[in-house]
């Protein structure tokens, strides 16, 4: 077990990683959904949806002008990322990913330095497409790999080979200055040699940043029902918490750090999109089934569009908008939001920025006699300016949170 005088060092190094990508209070995050997959992946509970054929006019005209309804209720702001999801965004038009980039520069003061990522498979068809993406103006991608090995693809249901992975990765780093992937682990009969092996291979060709996942069985998906009937098994407690550890050893080894807890990035290279969440900073999100949280005339709110593909269509038609839901949110909401995700990072929550966010301090938001029992077991760490969760305490975040957060 590491100690919580070790953890407070490994999160002290990695406060200083991303303290220079700090957002300012008036900046905006930009999140694009494309709904649609060429199959469902029997671990996805994202709002994803498949189709014999997609109306590309119909659905970019809808992104075009819910984008500009959005940008009327929101006014004039820094737009610091633009963030293509899904769903499957290599699906998309590269055309429509242009025209949308132009609409966001005509609407918001684009900064200078604004990061544009686009989630892509590494299928031959989509892969094709990078360069297209390229001269639209995306400057990041995100290549969903989940794994380097024929059987567990499979078992993941993907429709690429471990080959495909490996070009379509070859070719996105030819391509973009910055490109980050994603492994999933954990999975079925997974051990953890193998796991050090893959991911010495995947920290081999990776470039700067890298998502890895630990499988869990989330409702209403077909592994869900596999589990249930017992036909699928995940590594238990004591296994998983090695993978995880093998995780962070490898990826450190190689120099990419734990900026959150399923997040690694050489400095300076972290995902400012996903930061913006994280840090719970202003992000709007169009498009089918997308939510966001932005400031309207002083109060920060909950948005939500409909989910499914095309009544959401049918409503931006109609209404400029497939807005189903924007509710202003009370202090006490504002306050747990902040600190679940907040404390996913490893730099931890700034007690002056939650404050200034969400009208209370991290003190009454928390249960006091939890937080004595967390710092005491090494889980906690307090310093003059934040809240930390260590290394030990991100292990265990989702029961941690739970009974610390009020």
């Known amino acids: 077990m590491v100690g919580a005088k070790q953890s407070e060092h490994a999160d002290s190094v990695a406060i200083k990683t991303v303290t220079s990508l700090n957002g300012s209070p008036g900046d905006l995050a930009l999140y694009v959904h494309w709904p649609f997959c060429l199959s469902k992946c029997p671990y996805c509970d994202f709002n994803s949806h498949v189709r014999d054929r997609i109306d590309q006019d119909r659905?970019?005209?809808?992104?075009?002008?819910?984008?500009?309804?959005?940008?009327?209720?929101?006014?004039?702001?820094?737009?610091?990322?633009?963030?293509?999801?899904?769903?499957?965004?290599?699906?998309?038009?590269?055309?429509?990913?242009?025209?949308?980039?132009?609409?966001?520069?005509?609407?918001?003061?684009?900064?200078?330095?604004?990061?544009?990522?686009?989630?892509?498979?590494?299928?031959?068809?989509e892969a094709g497409r990078l360069a297209d993406y390229r001269a639209a103006g995306v400057n990041r991608v995100s290549i969903g790999i989940q794994s380097l090995d024929e059987k567990a693809l499979r078992t993941l249901g993907r429709q690429h080979s471990a080959t495909e992975a490996v070009a379509a990765l070859k070719l996105a780093r030819s391509l973009f200055q910055r490109v980050s992937f994603d492994l999933i682990y954990a999975r079925p009969g997974q051990d953890l040699p193998g796991w050090r092996k893959e991911l010495r291979n995947a920290l081999a060709i990776a470039d700067d940043h890298l998502s890895l996942y630990q499988l869990t069985i989330e409702p209403a998906t077909q592994f869900e029902v596999l589990h249930r009937q017992g036909k699928i098994v995940l590594p238990d407690e004591?296994?998983?918490a090695a993978l995880y550890d093998a995780t962070e050893e490898e990826c450190a080894r190689a120099g990419l750090l734990a900026y959150e807890i399923s997040n690694y990035a050489r400095p300076g290279q972290e995902s400012r999109h996903n930061l913006a969440y994280w840090r719970y900073l202003d992000y709007a999100g169009i498009g089918p089934g997308a939510h966001g949280r932005v400031t309207v005339d002083g109060s920060l709110r909950a948005t939500r569009r409909h989910r499914a593909p095309e009544p959401w269509a049918d409503l931006v038609e109609r209404d400029g908008e497939g807005l189903t839901s924007s509710e202003p949110l009370k202090p006490e909401i504002r306050a747990r939001e902040a600190l679940l995700m907040g404390l996913r990072l490893t730099e931890g929550v700034e007690f002056a920025r939650f404050a200034a966010r969400t009208g209370r301090t991290v003190a009454e938001s928390v249960d006091s006699e939890i937080l004595k029992q967390c710092i005491e077991a090494g889980y906690i760490v307090l310093t003059p300016e934040r809240i930390i969760a260590t290394r030990e305490g991100r292990l265990r975040l989702d029961s941690l949170l739970a009974a610390l957060v009020n």
């Open 59 to 125: 659905f970019g005209a809808a992104l075009r002008r819910e984008l500009a309804t959005e940008a009327a209720r929101l006014g004039r702001r820094r737009l610091t990322s633009v963030f293509f999801g899904g769903g499957t965004p290599s699906l998309m038009e590269p055309s429509t990913v242009g025209a949308l980039l132009d609409d966001a520069a005509r609407w918001f003061d684009v900064a200078d330095d604004l990061e544009i990522t686009l989630e892509a498979n590494p299928t031959s068809i």
């Open 238 to 240: 004591d296994t998983a």
